[in-house]
Nanobody, 121 residues
Framework: VQLQASGGGLVQAGGSLRLSCAAS????????MGWFRQAPGKEREFVAS?????SYADSVQGRFTISRDNAKSTVYLQMNSLKAEDTAVYYC??????????????????WGQGTQVTVSS
């Protein structure tokens, strides 16, 4: 499975961005899709995941929305009310839809190349 993330950029605090991640080479509907982020000097952290339901990190709950379009093999991350602390490289990832522990990077088998999100305060 190959994942291609896009949609990052520079935005002012309070603004919005929509990330996309297009998948190819596998049966998209068989995968749990997740978004992670990594800020400079920090560990990669869970942001959101989606199967038949969604899960969010506490830090983004109510501001970010993950969705998927199985027909387009694409997962999205709508990010609203962005804060300076949301600045990071955002990665999409795919893992088995049947595995537990969606917040752990090790549970995902495939990763996109990352897209930079910078929020200016």
């Amino acid at each position: 499975v190959q994942l291609q993330a896009s949609g990052g950029g520079l935005v002012q605090a309070g603004g919005s961005l929509r990330l996309s991640c297009a998948a190819s080479g596998g049966i998209f509907g068989n995968y749990r899709m997740g978004w992670f982020r990594q800020a400079p000097g920090k560990e990669r952290e869970f942001v959101a995941s989606i199967t038949w339901s969604t899960s969010y990190a506490d830090s983004v709950q109510g501001r970010f929305t993950i969705s998927r379009d199985n027909a387009k093999s694409t997962v999205y991350l709508q990010m609203n009310s962005l804060k300076a602390e949301d600045t990071a490289v955002y990665y999409c990832a795919a893992g088995s839809i049947y595995s537990a522990g969606s917040i752990y990077p090790a549970k995902y088998d495939y990763w996109g190349q990352g897209t930079q999100v910078t929020v200016s305060s």
